[in-house]
């Protein structure tokens, strides 16, 4: 009978989460982002150039609200091992990166390592 329970709660789960648009590619969104002028994160560009060079797959994450601007979320995830990733929020329409974080493992716990001022 549990088992019953739980298979539903993951089916309406998997119906109902909220997901990002198929018709988005974050790759072209990070290859935008480092092609703009970054006045809001200058070090922005250094944190996508180092993810390019490690060969981070660009992950959407979602849609976002950051500093007064429409974003896009999206997730640079390193190809072979899990920490740390960088996450980057890239306005929709100017392609500036609104803000950043890069993640990591510190003390036996995910956390924050550094951030932007906007984040």
């Not at 549990?2 to 988005?24: D, Q």
């Not at 995910?110 to 001022?117: E, G, K, N």
């Amino acid at each position: 009978m549990a088992l019953a329970v739980c298979a539903v709660v993951l089916v309406v789960g998997a119906v109902i989460a909220p997901r990002p648009p198929s018709n988005v590619d974050p790759a072209r969104i990070v290859s935008k982002a480092m092609d703009v002028r970054q006045p809001l994160c200058p070090s922005a560009v250094g944190e996508l150039r180092k993810a390019q060079i490690e060969r981070c797959k660009p992950i959407l994450e979602g849609s976002d609200r950051v500093a007064g601007h429409d974003s896009w979320a999206i997730r640079l995830k390193p190809p072979v091992r899990k920490y740390p990733w960088v996450e980057v929020w890239v306005d929709k329409h100017t392609g500036e990166v609104v803000a950043w974080k890069e993640w990591g493992k510190r003390g036996g716990h995910v956390t924050v390592l550094r951030q932007s001022p906007h984040s």
